[in-house]
């Protein structure tokens, strides 16, 4: 997503101050200052998120029980991961290789664990 | 900034020990997830006796902790260290108010005799006292990890009060951000693992 520069009228209390625009430059163009009104979406995305999964935990779904609260999870994980922990914005082969090979390692665990488990 | 401080370099720094961070709460899902898929009635039962509105509420104000978190980075980075330091002391309260409510919850379940190795929990099926064993374990490490990010983040706030956390020199309150981030993205997945799957 781009970082579009522009004042937006959130909290006109602050004295008017255009404080949504603007971009800070950290490290040449690593990380970008960004606005307060991603960050506002993006909680409200987690919020929307978490009263899916609570109202979803009523019902009987059957195999999916397990398996959509997890997804969900996930999909709430990503939104921080990439909006709040900035990897989004991240440049160079350490940041956007780092999560897949801990994921990759995860999985690979829990794939030996279960095949133990499962057919012991 | 300190021409020998290298912010790249330390958020690198951060993101490793995060991502070791996230093999150590890995391995205790694995856990979970074995033990679950061997006693998956006990497990059940165990989920339902758990306090599922004290969880909805303590996800709710991490999430919004994460929030005044990465806003006060922002408002920081912008020059704006009223703002910041506001923002930052909302995202310790939202801790300590996180904190007060698991540790009300445990007292609940202390005071029902549900706790490690209490006599009325070793009354009951293995995989319950198991579950126990993990909803203890997991969300003590976790509680854990929410203290050391309140002791963290209030030293962050005097730095900033202090001015030696400025519109230039962020870098300390960013990775203290990115390990927040993580302890609200670890309360994630225990939410639904120990509250919301029946």
Redesign the interface.
Known sequence: MSLPIGASTYLPS?GGRD?FG?E?I??GS??K????RT??L??LG??VL?GI??S??GMNLRSL??FL??L??AA??GL??S???HLRYETGL??KL?IPI?LA??TI??GL??TD??FR | MNEHENDTGSKMGMWLFLLSEILLFGGLFILYSTYRYKNPADFHHGAEELNRILGTGNTLILITSSLTMALSISSIQKGNRKLSSLLLFATIFLGFLFLAIKSFEWAAKIQHGIYPNSPRLLGRSKGEVLFYGLYYAMTGLHGLHVLVGLVVLTAMLILMMKGRINAVRFAPLENSGLYWHLVDMVWIFLFPLFYLIT
């Open positions: 602050l404080i603007g800070g950290f490290e690593r990380v200052t960004i606005r307060y960050y506002v993006v909680w987690l919020i978490t999964t609570v979803l935990a029980s397990i609260p997890l969900i999870a709430k994980s921080v991961l909006y709040f922990m350490f940041f780092m801990v390692t995860l665990f829990i664990t279960f488990v499962a």
